[in-house]
């Protein structure tokens, strides 16, 4: 359920580790108070990553209520930006690389070859 986000019109990440036995209602106010977001914002996935980064959780809100989504790796973790000061927007290629356990940025940097005058 959580590798296709096609329905999501955003998804937002918490850079940096946080702490997973928030509830919804921790979860929330990170979104407000750190970063002020709106998590009223109705197709918006805000995804959370723990220290171990084996799980995370995604609260997104549903008209009337919010919902929370949990995933469990069994063996692995997510390659999840470590810089705890910024939350950010992924495309849905980037989402989909984060699910499958690659990185969400591409780590081949371009080579401008130097010409000899």
């Known amino acids: ?3 296709d986000a096609t329905w999501y019109k955003k998804v937002i990440i918490r850079c940096g580790k946080t702490d997973l036995r928030r509830g919804i209602t921790g979860l ?3 979104i407000r108070l ?5 998590p009223l914002e109705e197709g918006t996935l805000f995804l959370f990553c723990g220290n171990k980064r084996n799980s995370i959780k995604g ?3 549903d ?3 919010y919902c929370m989504i949990i995933k469990k790796l ?4 997510y390659q999840w930006p ?3 000061d910024e939350a950010m927007s992924l495309s849905q290629e980037e989402f989909h690389r984060l699910m499958e356990g690659f990185t969400i940025h591409s780590s081949i940097r371009t080579y401008e070859r130097k010409t000899d005058k």
């Open 1 to 3: 359920m959580l590798r």
């Open 28 to 30: 929330v106010s990170i």
């Open 34 to 38: 750190e970063y002020g977001l709106d």
């Open 59 to 61: 609260i997104c809100f």
């Open 63 to 65: 008209r009337d209520g």
């Open 74 to 77: 069994t063996d692995g973790v």
């Open 82 to 84: 470590r810089n705890s």
